[in-house]
């Protein structure tokens, strides 16, 4: 069988291309094909402890079996790692519909400014009592590091859909309007926004838990990954391994 492999961030580099396609026997799993690079590629095995798998954009274990046609790809943990303040649980409504939740979000990837105002204007309505904006905005330095600028890059398909994911997770878990989630990719500059989380709401208390809620998990499941540039040289950024984001083999 052929299963379609794409590498991210630093593994990316490390095997020297973003993506191929290659042959494995039938009923092979992620143990299997990850053992095929690590003999191609021993630089690997140095991060066995934390690279993440998916397949067809869902995380996966090592044990995951594997078909005909399959996209499997190698990542790295994200660049903000698993956050210890996730609430576990928020103070909740029931399950919007469908439609309604597909309303009630907006998810996009850019490698434009991100206009926080713009989005904030596109998701409020007048029954509205607060709107909270989240920006996260590039620093100059890392330690005690200046930093030049930063490049974001993403597992665009996959990206979306957890992002979408995490908008529906705060429309159960609180009791908010809508959410706006917008990230950079590209090159960024100095002060420039990475990342805009928006929620509207009744009350300020929910849309500002809410707007927590999702920066931090967006930094644990969203696979998107930055490079730090600095005079002498640049460097990939990633967090912890998030033992949340895939099954264990």
């Given at each position: ?14 095997v ?16 299997r ?23 067809n ?13 399959d ?57 509205d ?60 500059e ?17 849309a ?7 920066i931090?998990?967006?930094k ?30």
């Open positions: 069988m052929q299963v379609h492999v794409l590498f991210f961030g630093m593994l990316k580099d490390i020297g291309r973003p993506e191929e396609r290659v042959v494995l026997d039938d009923g092979s799993d992620i143990a094909l990850y053992e095929l690079y690590t003999a191609r590629f021993p630089r690997l095995a140095e991060h066995a402890r934390s690279i993440l798998f998916s397949r954009r869902e995380f996966v274990g090592r044990t995951e079996r594997l078909q005909e046609g996209e499997v790809a190698f990542l790295p943990p994200v660049s903000g790692g698993a956050s210890k303040n996730v609430p576990e649980e928020g103070s909740g409504k029931s399950a919007p519909s469908e439609e309604s939740a597909e309303s009630a979000i907006v998810t996009r990837l850019t490698r434009d400014p991100i206009d926080a105002r713009a989005l904030s204007e596109q998701l409020k309505r007048a029954q009592g607060a709107v909270v904006v989240f920006e996260g905005i590039v620093r100059n330095h890392s330690g005690s590091r200046a930093t030049l600028y930063l490049e974001y890059e993403a597992y665009e398909p996959m990206a979306l859909e957890k992002m979408r994911e995490i908008g529906q997770e705060i429309l159960q878990k609180f009791p908010v309007d809508r959410v706006g989630m917008a990230h950079r990719l590209g090159r960024l100095i002060s420039e926004a990475s990342v805009v989380i928006v929620v509207t709401s009744a009350h300020r208390r929910p500002f838990e809410a707007c927590r809620y999702g931090d998990r967006l644990q499941i969203v696979p998107i990954w930055k490079k730090e540039y600095f005079a002498d040289g640049s460097v990939w950024v990633e967090g912890e391994p998030n033992p949340c984001a895939v099954p264990t083999p």
